[in-house]
T-cell receptor, first 111, second 117 residues
Framework: RKEVEQDPGPFNVPEGATVAFNCTYS??????FFWYRQDCRKEPKLLMS???SGNEDGRFTAQLNRASQYISLLIRDSKLSDSATYLC????????????FGDGTTLTVKP | DGGITQSPKYLFRKEGQNVTLSCEQN?????MYWYRQDPGQGLRLIYY???????QKGDIAEGYSVSREKKESFPLTVTSAQKNPTAFYLC????????????????FGAGSRLTVL
């Protein structure tokens, strides 16, 4: 079993749809969590950190469920420009060198 | 603008050759990392360094070597011992200072795409 697992998709949704991705992790001692966005053939870029209380940034909402060991990303009112691969990242401590990446979930938003 | 510069962007290598990928950052970050990404997969850690003149192996260090002689620079050499080097290589950095999760945030370079002929 992988340390961080994501549904690879692809998720194909129409513009304006709401879509949610989940990511499960196996290390119960994990302390910090992130969602990165990666466009085709580009580098990953931080989308948002995930806090215990949940957090929102515009159309994006991230939540953490420590008891069930998963994090989620909700995208509301999808735009064409949201099409990308979304990577879940989990750290066991404050050392980013121990970051574990999921394989990513691919989202395609269609007109 | 602060950031991470990787070069070359594209590189072709013949079997049996060593190649070196450059990574330079001007973010004043203490830690630097090298990742490998294969199609449809996540990133796997090759090596990382938290301070100058020190580095640690990641999950897939075999066939690779690094050096950290300057804070700004962390070159990666892909040696002939690496049996399947064709991949997308990403360099990243982060600040290790600070107690909050901001110290875990990785900033990536644009990547180097290596193809073995």
């Amino acid at each position: 079993r992988k340390e961080v697992e994501q549904d690879p998709g692809p998720f194909n949704v129409p513009e304006g749809a709401t879509v949610a991705f989940n990511c499960t992790y196996s290390n119960s001692a994990s302390q910090s969590f992130f969602w990165y966005r990666q466009d085709c053939r580009k580098e990953p870029k931080l989308l948002m950190s995930v806090y215990s209380s949940g957090n929102e940034d515009g159309r994006f909402t991230a939540q953490l469920n420590r008891a069930s060991q998963y994090i989620s990303l909700l995208i509301r009112d999808s735009k064409l420009s949201d099409s990308a691969t979304y990577l879940c990242v989990v750290n066991p401590n404050t050392n980013a060198g121990k970051s574990t990446f999921g394989d990513g979930t691919t989202l395609t938003v269609k007109p | 603008d602060g950031g991470i510069t990787q070069s070359p962007k594209y590189l072709f290598r013949k079997e049996g050759q060593n190649v070196t990928l450059s990574c330079e950052q001007n973010l004043n970050h203490d830690a630097m990392y090298w990742y490998r990404q294969d199609p449809g997969q996540g990133l796997r850690l090759i090596y990382y360094s938290q301070i100058v003149n020190d580095f640690q192996k990641g999950d897939i260090a075999e066939g690779y070597s690094v050096s950290r002689e300057k804070k700004e620079s962390f070159p990666l050499t892909v040696t002939s011992a690496q049996k399947n080097p064709t991949a997308f290589y990403l360099c990243a950095s982060s600040s290790v200072r600070g107690a909050d999760s901001g110290a875990n945030v990785l900033t990536f370079g644009a990547g180097s795409r290596l193809t073995v002929l």
